[in-house]
């Protein structure tokens, strides 16, 4: 098992920049890849963002690609989610998720996910 505890999220206005953090806790994190989720309501959970733990290489859906930055810092366990340019459609409940295992495909297989932080943006 591996606790991811989010942090970040809230209510900003279109136009405006937050930044989610997600910490894998209790153990140092040997795991393939972590990533970033989100489910609008009314919506199924969709593909956000990416990283290879071990190379740093990055991986985005279409719709945030240029707004948002993933990046990871391996002494701290954690991944960070920068998103800038926000719009009301980005307004979702955001999952942190991790994977154990590879696969060339980041959009899938994560098997630890965190508790989901609030994302608003008003318009």
Known sequence: QVPLVESGGGLVQAGGSLRLSCAASGRTFGGNAMGWFRQA???????????SWSTGRTYYADSVKGRFTIS?????????LQMTSLK???TAIYYCAARSLYSSDYTKYYNYWGQGTQVTVSS
């Open 41 to 51: 309501p009314g919506k199924e959970r969709e593909f956000v963002a990416a990283v």
């Open 72 to 80: 990871r810092d391996n002494a701290k366990n954690t991944v960070y």
């Open 88 to 90: 009301p459609e980005d």
